[in-house]
């Protein structure tokens, strides 16, 4: 097993999850956008009507936890499908400020197409990847979520995707993949959750502090490159910076010779905070992958750097520039 543990230096491995799944949900995000596209549906709102679909009526708190999403979006993304009649809100009779959702009959009668295509979209993703390798991947996957308490939602198959590494050894290939987008989800919300809580001390939602570390680690960046790395859109980009600029860890510094374009530094202040955050959210990363082997993370890495290489290759070309 790895020596990793909380407290301890982030290994190479640790470090290069990290990157991998930043970029990873970049690419998913756009892609999965074009997929769902000829339904009106984005990426996040597909994200966030599974979940209704596969708990029946919850709460906006509970459906926050299932979700790897902030408030904000969460927020926007609900109020999209309630404005196109894919989810209702309803307030409790003995309690009108808790407020639950429920998947309309509309929802439900779009929501197996959607999932077909989003199968489809990760049947593209695992192009070229053996059963063995995709198998193996989801049993590591599964022990690292296994290390966190965060809900997990259904499949797109619609069964749990509970279970134990041995049990993804002879099951279909589609299966498999049905599997893999459960187990990627509650992946993505395993680190989401435990970045919220050592970031938000600090005052940072989780959409912010991956703007905040962007900036560090790609000094003197434009708006727009930042949206390159984080998939959110540019103006809610240009507003959390602004926000940045206000508590001072970030500058604004205009071109001599094109005064038209904006870039973004670190103060002294932001870097110094933003290697204790970096330090933090490490620390959430070694704990999780400490049932793991060093091999097993590393074949981990692997899998998920092919994803993103066939996921780059399906996104249109106009997309892909964010």
Do not use: W
Request: hydrophobic letters at 40%; one cysteine or more.
């Amino acid at each position: 097993m790895s020596n990793l543990s909380p407290g301890q230096p982030l290994t190479e491995q640790v470090g290069r999850l990290q990157g991998d799944l930043s970029n990873l949900v970049q690419v998913l995000v756009k892609g999965l956008n074009s997929q769902l596209s000829p339904h009106d549906v984005d990426a996040v709102e597909y994200t966030v009507l599974s979940a209704c679909t596969a708990a029946g009526p919850i709460s906006i708190r509970d459906l926050k936890k299932m979700v790897p999403i902030d408030s904000g979006h969460m927020s926007r993304a609900t109020t999209q499908l309630q404005y196109k009649g894919l989810i209702q809100k309803m307030r409790l009779m003995d309690d009108q400020r808790l407020v639950r959702v429920r998947v309309t009959e509309k929802g439900a009668s779009v929501i197996p197409e959607l999932m077909r295509r989003s199968q489809q979209y990760y049947a593209l993703l695992v192009m070229g990847i053996s059963q063995e390798r995709l198998a193996s991947s989801i049993a590591v996957m599964e022990t690292m979520i296994a290390a966190s308490d965060s809900p997990r939602p259904a499949a797109d198959g619609g069964e749990g995707v509970s279970g134990t590494a041995g049990q993804t050894q002879g099951e279909s290939i589609e299966a498999l993949i049905g599997r893999l987008q459960g187990d990627m989800t509650a992946l993505i919300n395993t680190m989401f959750t435990g970045i919220q809580e050592r970031v938000s001390s600090h005052g940072f939602a989780v959409a912010e502090y991956s703007v905040f570390v962007t900036c560090l680690a790609n000094e003197s960046i434009t708006i727009s490159g930042l949206a390159e790395h984080i998939p959110v859109d540019v103006g809610r980009i240009s507003r959390m910076v602004s926000k940045l600029e206000d508590r001072k860890l970030i500058r604004k510094v205009r071109l001599k010779g094109n005064r038209r374009v904006v870039r973004v530094e670190m103060t002294d202040k932001g870097r110094t905070l933003a290697l204790e955050l970096l330090e933090s959210v490490g620390e959430h990363y070694a704990n999780i992958v400490s049932k793991v082997s060093e091999q097993e993370l590393t074949d981990l890495t692997g899998f998920i750097e092919r994803m993103t290489k066939n996921a780059s290759e399906t996104i249109p070309a106009g997309e892909a520039s964010g």
